[in-house]
């Protein structure tokens, strides 16, 4: 096996809980924005809210503004809602509301009432540790809006392991993952073989294997930030994970899928 030489992340919900419970916010906006004033029997109540499930939980990972589109689109297809905003006014008040909670979070970590470890994935510093002291380069692309991800990473004291973090670049509907996938393997020079994608989405898993990369997923529980999220699991396997754990506990394991010895 080729000993990895770079390791692409992807934050929220892999390395950052910061924005754990996003669906809940996600799912109410969207059943809202297209019902409009319409009163919904339960019928039509039931299957809008499975229809959006499934669509919120095959589209993680991908850029927001992207679910954004979707729900512009299925606002004006049903005709419920007689206003139809854009996609990127349903980003704003999607963010907004997002970002009530995200943002008292941040509040509880500047004021010491909680520690960077409480919204961090369980065994993430030890890994980066590790990973930095094998000489490991390291890289996060994250579809959050560029700004946030940096601040968050910041806030949350990890922004120091990281080479480069991409977050989604603001006003631009443009996939960062596999544009920091490219500058890798074009401008960075490493073979598809030297690089490793970790994240708890499909999306990274697509871009791994579509890539030549080592396609390993997290299939993590945000709210207790160890142990296996079987849905994710699921969904992982499903993608083509060629590893899966449920947080970063083990690091000799991530090491020895990674191909890199301790000495």
């Known amino acids: 096996m080729t000993s990895i030489k770079a390791v692409l992340f992807d934050f929220d919900g ?11 916010t996600m799912a ?19 299957a809008l809210a499975k229809e959006i499930a499934d669509y ?26 007689r206003e139809v905003l854009g996609e ?7 963010n907004r509301r997002l970002l009530l909670n995200v943002q008292r979070r941040i509040d509880d970590l500047q004021a010491g009432r909680l520690s960077p470890t409480d919204y961090l994935m369980k065994g993430s ?42 977050g989604a670049p603001v006003g631009r509907a443009d996939c960062s993952k596999e544009k920091v996938m490219s500058d890798l393997l074009e401008q960075k020079g490493f073979r598809g073989d030297e690089l490793a ?12 294997r579509e890539n030549g990369a080592l396609a390993l997923g997290l299939a993590s529980d945000e709210h207790t930030r160890e142990g296996v999220n079987p849905v994710k699991h699921a969904r992982l396997l499903a993608a083509g994970a060629e590893r899966i754990a449920g947080d970063f506990s083990d690091t000799a394991a991530w090491l020895d ?6 000495s």
């Open 14 to 24: 892999t390395l950052s809980t910061l924005r754990a419970g996003w669906e809940e």
């Open 125 to 166: 510093e030890a890994f980066l540790e590790a990973l930095e002291r094998h000489g490991i380069e390291m890289y996060v692309a994250s579809g959050t809006d560029h700004p946030d991800v940096v601040n968050e990473a910041k806030v949350l004291g990890v922004q120091r392991y990281f080479k480069e973090i991409a």
């Open 88 to 94: 990127w006014a349903y980003k704003a008040e999607y």
């Open 257 to 262: 899928w990674l191909g890199i010895k301790e």
């Open 28 to 46: 109410p906006f969207m059943l809202e924005s297209i019902a409009g004033e319409r009163r919904l029997t339960p019928e039509e109540s039931a």
């Open 56 to 81: 919120i939980d095959q589209s993680t990972g991908i850029q927001t503004i992207f679910q954004m589109r979707w729900l512009a689109a299925k606002v004006a297809e049903t005709g419920w809602n």
């Open 197 to 208: 994608i970790i994240g708890d989405g499909k999306v990274e898993i697509r871009i791994a």
